[in-house]
């Protein structure tokens, strides 16, 4: 079994940030980031080892009047969808070659087509599946079967204090929203067991906004729309790599710098990601007489271990950082510890050779 440390140096992970930046509004402390690797959504079946990806979503002979008619009502380029598409598979592949589980090819010269909009095709052909999966020596095909995009501005204003001409007055600033939705649904087929072991849809949200003092200034702060959706759909293609793949996000750990001028000169030391001579810093205080001393302590070696991918010691010290300095931050941290231990053996299952 691969056994793979599931953290990089100069990264950090889960929803938790978030509770840890409420949690630590403090100057007592400093945020690093690190690399987490975290489990896919679902598990595909251990033999499949490379896969094919291909774009399936755009639309077939006969299909591409309505995505004019369409584009036309809607307000999108004509070709918005098939540059929004391509860039949701490369945001897909991309996202896969970073990965441990897959390696990943684009067949090239093929082109399937589908509908070139939200209703699906019906599935492809097992006789052709095969023949992809063999021509690129791949264990699955998976395709981008639909993919759709709509485009929705918002505007908003509020009073604020400006200067002018050295004196404050309250102003207008007006803030203009761009919204783009993005529908993409997936197959995974795979050929041994002639089964679409996944299919599934994704409406994603990504969301752009500028300010300014006047709406017509505000507008020309966004970004074109055009662009605005193609960046939409590389995001989906992220998306998707995550339900499949374990992959890499890239999370905010907190950590105290104040109580002693030791936790100073470790600051140092994480700045250029020397953990080792961080940790001997910190550990000569988890015995301080001081219990807020020795509590920042031993939760700053909980962090050490935890980027070292030594997480039953990351317990231990988050642990002991509580009984001796009860905070709320220490509790949120065995929260996240305990949560990454139960993820890593997930991902001894993905990872299994």
Known sequence: MKKINTMKRNNNIFISAILFALIFSSCKTSSVYVDVLVPAEINLPSSIKKIAVTNRSLPAKGEGLNNVVEGFLSGEGIQQDRESS????????NTIAS???FTVVRPAGLDLRGTGTKAWPVPLDWTE???????NNADALITLETFDSDNQHRSAVRKVTRKIDGVDKEVDEF?????VYVDA?????????KAVIDQSTFRDMKGFDAHDWTPDGARRKLPHQRAATN????FAGTRYAARISP?????SRTYYIKGHDDFKLAKNKVRTSDWEG???LWEKHTGDSDEKIAGYACYNMALGCEVNGKLSDALNWAKKSYEIYPKSSSRAYINVITQRQVDAKRLDEQLKE
Do not use: Q
């Open 278 to 280: 961080a940790m001997t």
């Open 185 to 193: 649904g997936w197959r995974v087929y795979d050929p041994k067991t």
């Open 99 to 101: 990965s441990p589980r």
């Open 247 to 251: 992959v890499w996000v890239k999370v």
């Open 86 to 93: 391509e860039n949701c598979i490369m945001g897909f592949v």
């Open 231 to 234: 960046e939409a759909g590389l």
């Open 175 to 179: 803030t203009e929203f761009l919204d």
């Open 129 to 135: 599946v095969e023949k992809i999966c063999k021509e």
